[in-house]
């Protein structure tokens, strides 16, 4: 199925608001076994009806996210109509559900949001409970010899994706129909890069028939994506997982954060952090994942040196010996927040961010990650030497790696 989405908003392109649709919605799709084949983002105004007519001339589906909403630039109904040679009316049952919108949190609805219940004759109105304004579908048969599917949605992620979820995703399913044979799999990986699949396990791959074989690469972290038959799949990722024992965390496209989590809840025990060159950025992470309140007590951002001796107890001789950056330091900082925090496990990070601070024997890129439990600590040396943020992002995937690790270490002690 040829898919195109068509982002509108003069904002995306001066730059001033991220464009995250793109990315989200090809996620999303992909999950459903479909992939976008372009994407285009367009002002506010007349450029989106070529934009609109052009992909309808060469997709089987089309979405427009943007230009729902009630003011003058908000035209993407009226283009929809244009393009499809059909007139606008009133949707009664969309202004009732826009009344009532406003009549529910006691404001009084403009005149203008009125135009929000405009539907192009034939088509679906899609229900936006989260805003005022609903979506539009118009099936292949509205566009006349395209056969072109089209899928008006709001701009605001808070109302887009929810309606994709609950409207689109039924609708494309059908229009796609249903394929048993056809698995998606993607197998997460760090502490590997994307050459040594090239150089390990691409050739391997490659002879195993009816299967598609993709790559994305991130900071620390290469993801392994599998399209075929469940027989494909599967050998593939078995073939993946014995080539790389260890590094997969994991199989089913959770972030690693999420894994982290999962582990600790799995096996009843909290986690506490101590941050230096990172600035709580792994705790950001963790934080960010649903039900991480049940398994992380506290974080210690001890960007200086007397904050790591106040708060983590580090001995200021240690500090002097060997440095912030160092095997000692990272070890009582991980020792200390788990004694602090009277958790089950604590990670640390002291490193040299730069672009200044690095030495000869410690140039920038240098970090020193602690990890301590009730009964052993130790710590890992890394290099990063690719700028502050990329550095900051290595640390903190590195730090939750270590983490998981020691997790599933321990599990299989148990075990």
Known sequence: MRIEIINTGSELLLGTTVNTHAQWMGIELFKLGLRVQRQTTVPDGEAINLAMSEAMERSDVVIVTGGLGPTSDDITREAAAEVLGVELITDEAALRSIE???????????????????????????????????????????????????????GPPSEMRPMFENEVEPRLRSLAGAHEDHHVQVLRFTGVGESDFHAKLD???????????????????????????????????????????????????????????????????????????TGGLIAHRITNVPGASEVFTHGFVTYSNPAKQQLLGVSATTLEQHGAVSEAVAMQMAEGALAKAQADIAVSVTGIAGPGGGSEDKPVGTVWIGIATATSSKAIKKFTPYGREIFKQATSQDALNLVRRTLEESSNEAC
Do not use: W
Not at 103 to 111: N, T
Not at 230 to 255: D, R, V
């Open 100 to 154: 009532a919108f406003f009549a529910h949190r006691d404001r009084e609805m403009a005149e203008d949001n009125k135009k929000q219940a405009l539907n192009p004759v034939g088509g679906d109105i899609l229900p936006n409970p989260n805003g005022t304004a609903p979506g539009i579908y118009t099936p292949p048969r509205m566009s006349g010899d395209r056969l072109c599917a089209l899928f008006l949605l709001p």
């Open 203 to 277: 050739k391997e791959l490659m002879t195993i028939a009816d299967l598609e074989v993709g790559y994305c690469a991130r900071t620390r972290e290469v993801d392994l994506r599998l399209i075929g038959s469940k027989k494909s799949t599967e050998q593939a990722s078995q073939l993946a997982l014995s080539t790389f024992p260890g590094m997969c965390f994991s199989q089913n496209g959770e972030s690693l954060e999420e894994i982290v989590v999962k582990l600790l809840d799995q096996q009843g025990k909290t986690i506490s952090m101590a941050e230096s060159c």
